[in-house]
């Protein structure tokens, strides 16, 4: 669940974000109110990025028609990537429900779902057809209906231990201090789960890792012409490693010292924080590059952002005042509505809804064990609106499909068209929403009103 702290950041030595950093740094420690203030005196004086500047810079961004209502789509668990006629009926469904920007998941577990000159094919595709290409498959669907796509790297640099590609390159591995750079997630153990089940992370810092990444996003970009591509709190360094050979000897050429032994020392965390920075520039220059002259979106998914900055060295908010990302999805994942709408109120949210960029809301649809109802579902996306934002639901199978709930699918889908016309449609704020006639269950009633 996404909780939102005031940012604690120091300033950066990068010199071409360097009054940007500043800026940010003086807004932290302002009051909204006075950062609001402050947000229209530097535009006015000119000083904000061409963003605030100039709206029609934005307008040359692919955007949909109005707010983003979007959602991610996965191959699991979920068997639509591997049925051609399965992708473009859901396709067909989510254009029809209101859906306008559909976010694949292109890249996971150390393997992709086309041919790929950086990584392998993902094996359970590979077994139905290695020519399915479900990535272009979808947004050819999508484009002919005006949705738009953006691709999802979920994965990002994190790697399974067993891949290709760390048997191929260990010096690319990011290392803690006592030399180990195995993780345990998602109910792995380290003392007990196969390689195959655990993680590693690649070195943002090494030119091997960054021209690979770059490819892995630039190739999925020019071979499908889709509308940009989208980054998640996996895009990361995380603060504990650091001490393999090539850091090192690359901080010691750069700074004259060794890393120090404390991970959370702020120089040494600014240093590491810096080398991710660069790397989401050279994967601008090199969108630039493969786009040709379309303009593809930036989109980024991150956690909250003291976590995001202190434990996985993401300065989001750098990103977003410098123009490296164009789009910002914040994840709330709060179950109740109560919850939901205090999160909507934290002060980087707060702060992000000022700088002039599309901001989305990550919603859960459903998942696992987990489905809200579409009373509860109607009351967090009415929320969302109400302030101004657009949508996104993780995921798929969540909105009307294995994970629907006892609702059932075929309400579900009815309820998601009468949600987003009454919400999202021209003139509708969503105060006048209403779920389709049906006779439900008590505990399916829509929620009272918030205290």
């Known amino acids: ?28 420690r302002l009051p909204l109110s006075l950062t609001l203030l402050l947000t ?13 500047q100039a709206p029609e810079r934005q307008g040359r961004l692919p955007q949909p028609l109005g707010r983003r209502v979007g959602v991610w789509l996965t191959n699991s668990p979920s068997p639509l990537y591997y049925d051609p006629q399965r992708i473009e009926i859901a396709v067909q469904q989510l254009a029809e429900t209101g859906f306008n920007t559909l976010y694949p998941n292109v890249w996971s577990r150390g393997a992709t779902f086309h041919r790929s000159r950086h990584a392998p094919l993902e094996p359970a595709l590979a077994a139905v057809s290695a ?73 943002p810092a090494h030119p091997g890792v960054r021209a690979r990444f770059i490819g892995l996003i630039s190739e999925i970009v020019q071979r499908c012409g ?64 493969a786009a040709g002259p379309r303009r593809t979106v930036i989109s980024l998914s991150p956690g909250p952002f003291r976590f995001a900055y202190n434990q996985w060295l993401q300065d989001w908010e750098l990103w ?66 109400d302030q101004g934002h657009g949508v996104i639901y993780f995921f798929w199978e969540g909105l ?18 009468s949600l987003h016309a009454q919400t999202f449609g021209p003139g509708r704020s969503g105060k006048s929403f209403s779920l389709p006639a049906r006779s439900l269950p008590a505990q399916l009633q829509p929620p009272p009103p918030l205290p």
């Open 131 to 203: 020519d399915l290409d479900p990535i272009c498959r979808l947004t050819r669907a999508a484009h002919r209906r005006g949705m738009q796509v953006i691709p999802w790297f979920e994965y990002g640099l994190m790697e399974p231990a067993d891949a290709e590609v760390v048997r191929q390159h260990p010096e690319w591995v990011l290392r803690r201090a006592d030399g180990s750079s195995l993780y345990a997630l998602h109910g792995a153990s380290l003392q007990r789960s196969p390689l195959k089940d655990l993680r590693v992370w690649l070195n």
């Open 320 to 385: 977003a005042l410098g123009e490296l990302v164009d789009d910002l999805v914040i994840q709330n994942y709060a179950y109740s509505v109560k919850g939901f709408a205090k999160d909507l109120n934290q002060p980087a949210l707060l702060k992000a809804r000022s700088w002039g960029m599309p901001v989305e809301i990550g919603v859960l649809a459903g998942f696992g064990g987990r489905t809200p109802d579409m009373a509860t579902l109607s009351a967090k996306v009415r929320l969302a609106a």
């Open 226 to 289: 889709v509308d940009g591509i989208q980054l998640d709190d996996h895009f990361a360094w995380p603060v504990e490693l650091g001490y393999d050979d090539y850091t090192r000897d690359l901080y010691r050429s750069q700074t004259g010292r060794e890393p120090p032994s404390n991970f959370t020392d702020r120089a040494w965390m600014r240093w590491r924080r810096q080398r991710l920075t660069e790397l989401l520039r050279e994967l601008r220059g090199g969108l630039k590059q």
């Open 400 to 417: 009307w499909g294995q994970y629907a709930g006892p609702e059932g699918g075929a309400y579900r889908l009815q309820a998601f068209q």
């Open 1 to 28: 669940m996404a909780r939102f702290c005031p940012a604690a950041a120091e300033s950066s030595s990068m010199t071409p974000l360097a009054p940007l950093k500043r800026r940010a740094h003086l807004k932290r």
């Open 40 to 52: 229209g005196v530097l535009h006015w004086a000119g000083a904000l990025p061409a963003r605030a």
